[in-house]
């Protein structure tokens, strides 16, 4: 994922940014990334906007 996000030259700022919101989608898994499924993700955004985080437009 790092070097992905080196390769399209993102920000220092922005790549940090994205690392840590990745970073908090696998505390909130409890498990490897590479086992997540497209329901994990919609129940880490349910978490998200419960915790008044996200907000959907």
Known sequence: MIDGIRMRK???K???SYICVVKRFASFLGRSLDTA??????????HLVDQGIWRFH
Not at 37 to 46: N, P, V
């Open 37 to 46: 499924s497209a329901e994990d993700l919609r129940r880490y955004q349910l």
């Open 14 to 16: 922005t790549q940090a």
């Open 10 to 12: 993102l920000s220092p």
